[in-house]
């Protein structure tokens, strides 16, 4: 039986692959922050939409630098994922507090995440404002993953075990991958 709900949409429509967002700061200071709102919008050019509340420390950098790098974080750092979530880094230097390592990006000044199992370096390439958040689409400009992170052109999940969000503070990792051939 279907029953009418008052569960937000986003909740419904879970769980969402997580990503950790680096950017910098004016002062070239970096960032992490976690998002789970991220989608592919175009595969040519190749470009990544996040959506951020525009209130959000991550979108200012992002704003001002027009450039983040979305990194893939597995279940081995979840506790760093949560952290990254629960604060600011206008008040709170992330990469410290966790022991994330920053690695230096191929194309973009943000860092990417020596943790994370691949990274996508994004130019800023428009925003459009929707209700309560910003929907910032990245150019992918340049791609790097761990080498197991691969196969067959597709994401090794059962190897990299990236975490998706259900929802709150739980989480869901995935570890199966089904052919329908």
Not at 2 to 10: L, R, S
Not at 22 to 37: C, L
Not at 87 to 92: K, Q
């Amino acid at each position: 039986m279907k029953i009418d709900t008052d569960a937000k949409a986003n909740r419904l429509y879970s769980p969402q692959l997580v990503g950790l967002i680096t950017t910098i700061d004016p002062s070239g200071k970096p960032n992490v922050a976690t998002f789970a709102w991220i989608t592919s919008v175009s595969s040519n050019p190749e470009m990544i939409a996040v959506c951020l509340a525009p209130k959000r420390y991550t979108y200012e950098c992002i704003a001002q630098s027009g450039e983040f790098v979305v990194n893939l974080p597995t279940v081995d750092i979840i506790d760093s994922v949560w952290f990254c979530g629960k604060h600011s880094g206008r008040d709170v230097d992330k990469f410290k507090e966790t022991g994330l390592t920053p690695l230096d990006s191929i194309k973009v000044k943000p860092p990417r995440i020596k943790e994370c199992a691949a990274h996508l370096e994004c130019r800023l390439a428009n925003t459009f404002e929707v209700g309560d958040h910003i929907i910032v689409i990245g150019e992918v400009v340049a791609k790097s993953c761990d080498e197991s992170a691969i196969v067959d052109e597709t994401l090794n999940i059962t190897k990299v075990k990236p975490l998706l969000h259900a929802g709150g503070s739980k989480f869901v990792v995935a570890k199966e991958i089904m052919d329908v051939k």
